[in-house]
């Protein structure tokens, strides 16, 4: 697409709409699963909401302004699907059009190409009703509202997303139990809902092909490149079951227009069955990902398990330890630890390389003819000073060096054109609320909203320019 032929190379920052639009009543919106979990539900450990997030909603000129001042060339945004259709389908809410139109013309006003997301979690609270994910009839709805939304912006929007992580997405609805509606380790659901999310996508980028839409459109995974731990014994299988549970069941469909070989073999030795039907083959094939956005943060490292009971390990407060993180799956197999990488506070590993192997990697196994990085970026908590300025070095030293990583695969043919760092500004965190902080500008949640920039945004900035000057 020509959308790289002036500008070479995206560099730009990404949001999602309730994690920093606030306004959870403005304008007609339709209430969203995440406000009714978060007003309802003794499981929102964090206590807190969207209903204001950073106020973007009232802001957003000013944030665009400063991407555009930080001469990023790119933001990416999802849209509230309850600001367009209140109820889920039916009637549109002309505002929530209106909203989004303003967004994009004045990301296209400040010279911002907009890479817009369909969905992002944030499902209107009527379909929640409906069963969520799990009921078919979703996949029609998701594809009915995308055309609603391809009409309305597709004439300046050339960059799409159907969905952003189908499959982190499901880990954390189905098996962590920590986004709505809280299954624990309720693995039918997991293989399910991520079946049924590819086929909403599916139909929806046929809808796009169909209309003959200038741009292109994709889906965003979140990398979970496979690693075995080298004690590991039976190498093949662990292999093959991790990097379906991973990776494939998004990676196949989306990019290859069919799901992987080994599906029913894996989906049974979890003793679950995928609920399909004769039509979906075509719609798989129908409905292939122009690109690939891969959300970078790390690795899965895995080793074999046999015996012993299926649990899940998630640090969801940021305290740092040293207890396991992961999963560990009753005869099939675990998360490893690996004492050589880092760990932030939420026992993550911080790996940079992972960015070259997970690229080269997929590369060569799915051949994507475009791969754009639609997250990476680091979180934690943050002590401003007097002016509320952040020195952020940390965040500065792991993105520089995730970015060599980049630089290194796309030097040596892998067609990645985009970086989108999380997050431009600070926003509601899922699990964390407002605590643990992304953005490299700060959002002073006690001060009106008012935005600061961190060491960080200056240093990115200096780093794009760096780059077109060669
Ligand atoms: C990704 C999501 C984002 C964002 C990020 C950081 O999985 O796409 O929405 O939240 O992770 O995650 P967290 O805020 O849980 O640290």
């Given at each position: 697409?020509?959308?790289?032929?002036?500008?070479?190379?995206?560099?730009?920052?990404?949001t999602?709409?309730?994690?920093?639009?606030?306004?959870?009543?403005?304008?007609?919106?339709?209430?969203?699963?995440?406000?009714?979990?978060?007003?309802?539900?003794?499981?929102?450990?964090?206590?807190?909401?969207?209903?204001?997030?950073?106020d973007?909603?009232?802001?957003?000129?000013?944030?665009?302004?400063?991407?555009a001042a930080?001469?990023?060339?790119t933001?990416?945004?999802?849209?509230?699907?309850?600001?367009?259709?209140?109820?889920?389908t039916?009637?549109?809410?002309?505002?929530?059009?209106?909203?989004?139109?303003?967004?994009?013309?004045?990301?296209?006003?400040?010279?911002?190409?907009?890479?817009?997301s369909?969905?992002?979690?944030?499902?209107p609270?009527?379909?929640?009703l409906?069963?969520?994910?799990?009921?078919?009839?979703?996949?029609?709805?998701?594809?009915?509202?995308?055309k609603i939304?391809?009409?309305?912006?597709?004439?300046?929007?050339?960059?799409?997303?159907?969905?952003?992580?189908p499959?982190?997405?499901?880990?954390?609805?189905?098996?962590v139990?920590?986004?709505?509606?809280?299954?624990?380790?309720?693995?039918?659901?997991?293989?399910?809902?991520?079946?049924?999310?590819?086929?909403?996508?599916?139909?929806?980028?046929?809808?796009?092909h169909?209309?003959?839409?200038?741009?292109?459109?994709g889906?965003?995974h979140?990398?979970?490149?496979?690693?075995?731990?080298?004690?590991?014994?039976?190498?093949?299988?662990?292999?093959k079951?991790?990097?379906?549970?991973?990776?494939?069941?998004?990676?196949?469909?989306?990019?290859?227009?069919?799901?992987?070989d080994?599906?029913t073999?894996?989906?049974q030795?979890?003793n679950?069955?995928?609920?399909?039907?004769?039509?979906?083959?075509?719609?798989?094939?129908?409905g292939?990902?122009?690109?690939?956005?891969?959300?970078l943060?790390?690795?899965?490292?895995?080793?074999?398990w046999?015996?012993?009971?299926?649990?899940?390990?998630?640090?969801?407060?940021?305290?740092q330890?040293?207890?396991?993180?992961?999963?560990?799956?009753?005869?099939?197999?675990e998360?490893?630890?690996d004492?050589?990488?880092p760990?932030?506070?939420?026992?993550?590993?911080?790996?940079?390389?992972?960015?070259?192997?997970?690229?080269?990697?997929?590369?060569?196994?799915?051949h994507?003819?475009l791969?754009?990085?639609?997250?990476?970026?680091?979180?934690?908590?943050?002590?401003?000073?007097?002016?509320?300025?952040?020195?952020?070095d940390?965040?500065?030293?792991?993105?520089?060096?995730?970015?060599?990583?980049?630089?290194q695969?796309?030097?040596?043919?892998?067609?990645v054109?985009?970086?989108?760092?999380?997050?431009?500004i600070?926003?509601?965190?899922?699990?964390?609320?407002?605590?643990?902080?992304?953005?490299?500008i700060?959002?002073?949640y006690?001060?009106?909203?008012?935005?600061?920039?961190?060491?960080s945004?200056?240093?990115?900035?200096d780093?794009?320019?760096?780059y077109?000057?060669?």
């Amino acid at each position: 697409a020509d959308i790289f032929d002036d500008k070479d190379f995206l560099w730009g920052s990404g949001t999602a709409a309730y994690q920093c639009e606030g306004a959870w009543k403005a304008d007609s919106k339709g209430l969203g699963e995440w406000d009714y979990f978060n007003h309802h539900s003794p499981l929102n450990i964090n206590h807190t909401d969207g209903d204001e997030a950073s106020d973007f909603y009232h802001h957003y000129q000013e944030d665009i302004d400063l991407l555009a001042a930080g001469h990023q060339n790119t933001f990416r945004f999802s849209i509230a699907w309850d600001r367009i259709l209140p109820n889920g389908t039916g009637k549109i809410n002309q505002n929530g059009i209106d909203f989004y139109n303003n967004v994009i013309d004045y990301c296209l006003q400040k010279g911002l190409e907009p890479n817009v997301s369909l969905f992002h979690y944030d499902l209107p609270y009527q379909l929640a009703l409906q069963g969520g994910w799990l009921n078919r009839k979703l996949t029609d709805y998701f594809a009915d509202y995308a055309k609603i939304c391809f009409e309305n912006f597709g004439d300046r929007v050339k960059i799409w997303v159907t969905i952003n992580e189908p499959r982190y997405y499901s880990y954390c609805v189905n098996i962590v139990g920590n986004y709505p509606p809280n299954r624990r380790l309720d693995f039918q659901s997991y293989f399910q809902y991520q079946y049924n999310l590819m086929l909403a996508s599916a139909k929806a980028i046929k809808i796009f092909h169909n209309l003959n839409m200038d741009g292109i459109i994709g889906i965003v995974h979140d990398n979970g490149n496979v690693e075995l731990a080298p004690d590991t014994k039976d190498k093949a299988r662990v292999q093959k079951l991790s990097d379906f549970f991973y990776n494939r069941e998004i990676l196949c469909p989306a990019l290859l227009g069919k799901m992987p070989d080994e599906t029913t073999e894996v989906v049974q030795a979890f003793n679950c069955l995928l609920y399909q039907t004769d039509q979906d083959e075509q719609i798989f094939a129908d409905g292939k990902a122009d690109y690939l956005g891969l959300n970078l943060y790390n690795r899965q490292y895995v080793t074999d398990w046999s015996t012993g009971e299926t649990a899940v390990f998630h640090n969801n407060q940021g305290k740092q330890s040293t207890a396991k993180e992961g999963i560990r799956l009753q005869g099939l197999f675990e998360s490893a630890f690996d004492p050589d990488v880092p760990r932030n506070q939420w026992g993550r590993e911080e790996l940079p390389r992972v960015m070259y192997t997970a690229l080269t990697e997929i590369n060569q196994r799915y051949h994507p003819q475009l791969i754009m990085i639609t997250e990476n970026g680091h979180g934690g908590y943050e002590t401003p000073d007097e002016n509320g300025y952040v020195n952020d070095d940390k965040r500065i030293a792991l993105t520089k060096d995730f970015l060599k990583y980049l630089l290194q695969a796309k030097n040596e043919g892998v067609p990645v054109h985009g970086y989108y760092h999380w997050s431009p500004i600070d926003l509601y965190s899922w699990i964390n609320g407002y605590e643990k902080r992304y953005g490299m500008i700060r959002v002073d949640y006690n001060d009106h909203f008012r935005r600061i920039p961190k060491k960080s945004y200056y240093w990115y900035r200096d780093f794009i320019d760096q780059y077109f000057a060669g």
